[in-house]
């Protein structure tokens, strides 16, 4: 069974920083790209980026490119994004989902993780 | 960017009707197109893929259809179960985006 499992979330400050991660398993994690998408409360869902099998291409919502970075440790079966410089704005529920193939669309999400930008 | 113009923002139904949601693309996406049920509080799920192709497990009470830019996804006989947000994606082009959702709720 596909799983996967996001942690990390909290309360941050505007400017801070914070990392979150994604565990998966019941698959071939280094199969698949991986992608992160965003739901800011009581509103639609937002891609934010997403990584190649290996790692060495990554893509990125205009929005956070340069504050985010998104990564994986196919060792460890680990999706991470870290996000710097953070602004009100980026308060959202961060969902990790898989691509069954290059940038395609989603067929696995996590459960999501709360983020919460606030002073 | 590729903006995905989905309506009605909400729909009204009674158990045994049939619903149609509609997404238009600002450009042809070339039936890359996805269509996904959002429950309160949960992850969303995928229902259809490519259009038209139903995700294993998807109830054949949904559909989809379209070309070019205009789309379509369907629920006949609508059930207690169906009810939902629902959210088309286009996956033609990055920066990938979504429609702004659908809530449906049972009269």
């Known amino acids: 069974e596909v799983q996967l499992v996001e942690s990390g979330g909290g309360l941050v400050q505007p400017g801070r920083s914070l990392k979150l991660s994604c565990a998966a398993s019941?698959?071939?994690?280094?199969?698949?790209?991986m992608a992160w998408v965003c739901q800011a409360p009581t509103k639609g869902l937002e891609w934010v980026a997403s990584?190649?099998?290996?790692?060495?291409?990554?893509y990125y919502r205009d929005s956070v490119k340069g504050r985010f970075t998104i990564s994986r440790d196919n060792a460890k079966n680990t999706l991470y994004l870290q996000m710097d410089s953070l602004r009100s704005e980026d308060t959202a529920t961060y969902y990790c989902a898989r691509h069954p193939a290059r940038n395609d669309y989603f067929d696995y999400w996590g459960q999501g993780v709360m983020v919460t930008v606030s002073s | 960017d590729i903006q995905m113009t989905q309506s009605p923002p909400s729909l009204s139904a009674s158990l045994g009707d049939k619903v149609t949601i509609t997404c238009q693309a600002s450009q042809n996406i070339n039936k890359y197109i996805a269509w996904y049920q959002q429950k309160p509080g949960k992850a969303p799920r995928l229902l259809i893929r490519?259009?038209?192709t139903l995700e294993s497990g998807t109830p054949s009470r949904f559909s989809g259809s379209g070309s070019g830019r205009d789309y379509s996804f369907s629920i006949s006989n609508v059930e207690s179960e169906d009810i939902a947000s629902y959210y088309c994606l286009q996956y033609d082009n990055l920066p990938l985006t979504f429609g702004s959702g659908t809530k449906l709720e049972i009269k």
């Open positions: 490519y259009t038209s």
């Open positions: 019941g698959f071939t994690f280094s199969n698949y790209g």
């Open positions: 990584i190649s099998t290996g790692g060495g291409n990554t």
